[in-house]
């Protein structure tokens, strides 16, 4: 028996989850469908990739072949991972304000500012912004479709 973790975009509630593992498992092959946040655990005997997917659209959600993913085994190394790049530049970072330190004597972390009740509005706003870009980077090019019980 194989095993298949599909990431599926479009899910927000306990119906559109039931929709999924009904139209997964309505497929010839496949034995069992659990679902996990907007991932789609699928255990199956001999069901293609393209059939699953096919499904869930037809369904009115979104995936493809780019949204497998990797086996459960390797999600430690893959956050390890992440934990190292995020650590090397912090690391970075760091060693640049440093540099500039001792070149320039400027210490460029203060330039940044507290925000407390003194804060101007404008950079207020600017700080807010900034840190919210993550949020923004996060929009998936293609949206995924509504289901009817969406307003």
Do not use: K
């Not at 298949?4 to 309505?26: N, P, V």
């Not at 086996?71 to 430690?76: A, C, D, H, I, Q």
């Not at 330039?111 to 207020?124: N, S, V």
Request: charged share 20%; net charge positive; hydrophobic share 45%.
């Amino acid at each position: 028996m194989a095993s298949l973790a599909l990431r599926i975009d479009g899910m927000y509630c306990d119906h559109c989850a039931q929709t999924i593992a009904r139209a997964i498992g309505s497929l010839p092959g496949v034995r069992s469908v659990t679902l996990d946040g907007d991932v789609a655990r699928i255990e199956h005997r001999g069901a293609s990739l393209d059939a699953i997917a096919e499904a869930v659209v037809d369904a009115g959600y979104y995936t493809d072949r780019a949204h497998v993913v990797a086996p459960e085994g390797s999600s430690r190394t893959t956050r390890l991972r992440a934990l190292g790049w995020f650590t090397l530049a912090v690391a970075a970072v760091a060693l640049a304000g440093a540099g500039i330190n001792a070149a320039l004597g400027y210490n460029v972390f203060n330039a940044i500012p507290a925000i407390d009740a003194t804060i101007p509005l404008g950079m207020l706003t600017v700080t807010g912004v900034m840190t919210s870009l993550r949020c923004v980077s996060n929009v998936r090019r293609r949206q995924p479709r509504r289901h009817r019980g969406d307003a």
